[in-house]
């Protein structure tokens, strides 16, 4: 059975403070690896797709990475603003979402 | 968002009612689903569609119905036969086989009053 879960649950960061977010993840055929970002009371925005073991992308103060068995969400240098849920979710046979990191940048 | 709108924003529904969540998307993408999401916990998936005129079940569809009679809409009813209905509900699109992430709605959220 596909499954992924992540880690923290919650992470409170000051302004600057950089910090990693984890998802870990076990599927039979990896298809893809999304990130997004959720706001509250709004659909989830995209932010990026990984598809094989080693590749990187980078979008602002964000940087995701992959592994065979986990993907990290890397913010550099966070501001206030970029407090949101980030939610990991793997496609396999389905998509299948990890319960996310509530992520506060304090100012 | 993006080319894909649920409506309403929100929505109350009384013991023992029916009521349906409309999704509709312009993006032409043949794969739509509708998500359940509560607190704490990630999202569950109620229905999926592949192309019209065909649809799946997912994890938690007792209780839910779903059409798609036209590629650009997929309605969700959330029937009396569904206990606990209060929820967050998404709807997303993908296109499998090019871009294979998807993209949601700005969901609706259900209360039961």
Redesign the interface.
């Known amino acids: 059975e596909d499954q992924v879960t992540q880690s923290p649950e919650a992470l409170r960061l000051q302004e600057g403070e950089s910090s990693s977010l984890n998802c870990s993840y076990t599927v039979s055929g990896l298809r893809g690896l999304f990130w997004y970002r959720q706001d509250p009371g709004k659909g989830p925005e995209f932010l990026f797709t990984l598809y094989s073991a080693g590749e990187e992308k980078e979008k602002e103060r964000l940087k995701a990475t992959l592994t065979k068995k986990e993907s990290f969400l890397h913010i550099t240098a966070p501001k206030p603003e970029d407090s949101a849920t980030y939610l990991c979710v793997i496609y396999g046979q389905n998509f299948v979402f990890g319960p996310g990191t509530r992520l506060s940048v304090l100012p | 968002?993006g080319g894909i709108t649920?409506s309403p924003k929100y929505l109350f529904r009384k013991e023992g009612q029916n009521v349906t969540l409309s999704c509709e998307q312009n993006l032409n993408h043949d794969a739509m689903?509708w998500?359940r999401q509560d607190p704490?916990?990630?999202?569950?998936?109620i229905y999926?569609s592949q192309i019209v005129n065909d649809f799946q079940k997912?994890d938690i569809a007792e209780g839910y119905s779903v059409s798609r009679e036209k590629k650009e809409s997929f309605p969700l009813t959330v029937t009396s036969a569904q206990k606990n209905p209060t929820a967050?509900y998404?709807c997303?699109i993908?296109q499998p086989g090019l871009?294979?992430?998807?993209?949601?709605?700005?969901?609706t959220?259900l209360t039961v009053v």
């Open positions: 968002d649920q689903y998500y704490g916990q990630g999202l569950r998936l999926y997912g967050f998404l997303a993908s871009n294979t992430e998807a993209f949601f709605g700005q969901g959220r």
